[in-house]
T-cell receptor, first 113, second 113 residues
Framework: DGGITQSPKYLFRKEGQNVTLSCEQN?????MYWYRQDPGQGLRLIYY???????QKGDIAEGYSVSREKKESFPLTVTSAQKNPTAFYLC????????????FGQGTRLTVV | KQEVTQIPAALSVPEGENLVLNCSFT??????LQWFRQDPGKGLTSLLL?????REQTSGRLNASLDKSSGRSTLYIAASQPGDSATYLC????????????FGKGTHLIIQP
């Protein structure tokens, strides 16, 4: 089945540690996105990539980094510079050529311990 | 900057009722509008996508309308069932410099058996 796979489902981070969240898609989509979801707030865009080897900052990029070395993969690193990383992280993709319907993965819940 | 508001924030109704969820936005220059469903602790499932040139879309018991001139969209759910209980999110794609969707905070829906 085609779709977006995020791993792990749950992730625990110690203070001062960098962690990487995985996002893989087999939909052959050009564009991929990372969102953060906090209770009582809407989803907020962290980073997005429209093509391999290119990515842009979203509204809340500070303390995060990404790479886009392959079309299928868009990993997100939460660095120690992110002061409040506990949240639910969602990866999405769309095919910009056919109407931009977005599809989402099942999310990764990150908790600082 | 585009802002998306969803009313009501929460709704509880008996099974079998028809109901309407509302989404309003401040900038009518949009490419499309998408309605999603989110179950607790899960990712987003796309329900309906309305392109800016369209007025409505239907899928089963769901009907979504779009009125760009008034900055409104509604999601109509017919003959509600307990399995419809979830959070419903409205999101807009406006294009421009910051790619990605702009989300409302959602409507938390409970269908009582």
């Amino acid at each position: 089945d085609g779709g977006i796979t995020q791993s792990p489902k749950y992730l625990f981070r110690k203070e001062g540690q960098n962690v990487t969240l995985s996002c893989e898609q087999n939909l052959n989509h050009d564009a991929m996105y990372w969102y953060r979801q906090d209770p009582g707030q809407g989803l907020r865009l962290i980073y997005y990539s429209q093509i391999v080897n290119d990515f842009q900052k979203g509204d809340i990029a500070e303390g995060y980094s990404v790479s886009r070395e392959k079309k299928e993969s868009f990993p997100l690193t939460v660095t120690s510079a992110q002061k409040n990383p506990t949240a639910f992280y969602l990866c999405a993709s769309n095919d910009r050529q056919t109407g931009t319907e977005a599809f989402f993965g099942q999310g990764t819940r990150l908790t600082v311990v | 900057k585009q802002e998306v508001t969803q009313i009501p924030a929460a709704l509880s109704v008996p099974e079998g009722e028809n109901l309407v969820l509302n989404c309003s936005f401040t900038d009518s220059a949009i490419y499309n509008l998408q309605w999603f469903r989110q179950d607790p602790g899960k990712g987003l499932t796309s329900l309906l996508l309305i392109q800016s040139s369209q007025r409505e879309q239907t899928s089963g018991r769901l009907n979504a309308s779009l009125d760009k001139s008034s900055g409104r969209s509604t999601l109509y759910i017919a003959a509600s069932q307990p399995g419809d209980s979830a959070t419903y999110l409205c999101a807009l794609y406006s294009g421009g410099g910051a790619d990605g969707l702009t989300f409302g905070k959602g409507t938390h829906l409970i269908i009582q058996p």
